[in-house]
T-cell receptor, first 113, second 116 residues
Framework: DTGVSQDPRHKITKRGQNVTFRCDPI?????LYWYRQTLGQGPEFLTY????????KSRLLSDRFSAERPKGSFSTLEIQRTEQGDSAMYLC???????????FGEGSRLTVL | AQKITQTQPGMFVQEKEAVTLDCTYD???????LFWYKQPSSGEMIFLIY??????QNATEGRYSLNFQKARKSANLVISASQLGDSAMYFC?????????????FGTGTRLTVIP
């Protein structure tokens, strides 16, 4: 499978715990995006990378959220001290630098108890 | 700022019939792109169709066509010959080209149900 893959697909955690999601983009794609989708809403942009550089992070929801793409390939999204309001689907997407289309993974669903 | 509005929370269509899903947008950028994505229950966002703001003709991709009315700021999706597998959430999205980020702003979606 050469699409965008995300791991884990589902995560249940207790409030206050840290969680990390991983995204493997399509191999030749320079850009990688993280979105959050809550129930009944469309995806909400969080941050994006061009290669290993994080070019936009002002839309990360709080300082508990951080993302990395250390070698310009896979990326991780970490949420520290999770809260119940963090329960959502976290979607990763990738694209070519000059491409129009974003290719999405199947998402990582987080449930905070 | 960009804004996407989808006013139809849910739509029903008979199998083999055509259906139009509405989308209006607002932006001050002269150059932008409009997208439609399908999201089945599995969660993956599947790209359907794209329309650039300077494209002269409406985009078409198989059974999907985009009815782009620039003056009215609308970008409705038309699905012809509906199939049971078309039942899903449909999201309209916009990219503001001048930001250079290529990130998308999404509407709240329309749930389409195809009735046999």
């Amino acid at each position: 499978d050469t699409g965008v893959s995300q791991d884990p697909r589902h995560k249940i955690t207790k409030r206050g715990q840290n969680v990390t999601f991983r995204c493997d983009p399509i191999s030749e794609h320079n850009r990688l995006y993280w979105y959050r989708q809550t129930l009944g809403q469309g995806p909400e942009f969080l941050t994006y990378f061009q290669n290993e550089a994080q070019l936009e992070k002002s839309r990360l929801l709080s300082d508990r959220f951080s993302a990395e793409r250390p070698k310009g390939s896979f990326s991780t999204l970490e949420i520290q001290r999770t809260e119940q309001g963090d329960s959502a689907m976290y979607l990763c997407a990738s694209s070519l630098l000059a491409g129009a289309e974003l290719f999405f993974g199947e998402g990582s669903r987080l449930t905070v108890l | 700022a960009q804004k996407i509005t989808q006013t139809q929370p849910g739509m029903f269509v008979q199998e083999k019939e055509a259906v139009t899903l509405d989308c209006t947008y607002d932006t001050s950028d002269p150059s932008y792109g409009l997208f439609w994505y399908k999201q089945p229950s599995s969660g993956e966002m599947i790209f359907l169709i794209y329309q650039g703001s300077y494209d002269q003709q409406n985009a078409t991709e198989g059974r999907y066509s985009l009815n782009f009315q620039k003056a009215r700021k609308s970008a409705n999706l038309v699905i012809s010959a509906s199939q049971l597998g078309d039942s899903a959430m449909y999201f309209c999205a916009m990219r503001a080209d001048q930001t250079g980020a290529n990130n998308l702003f999404f509407g709240t979606g329309t749930r389409l149900t195809v009735i046999p």
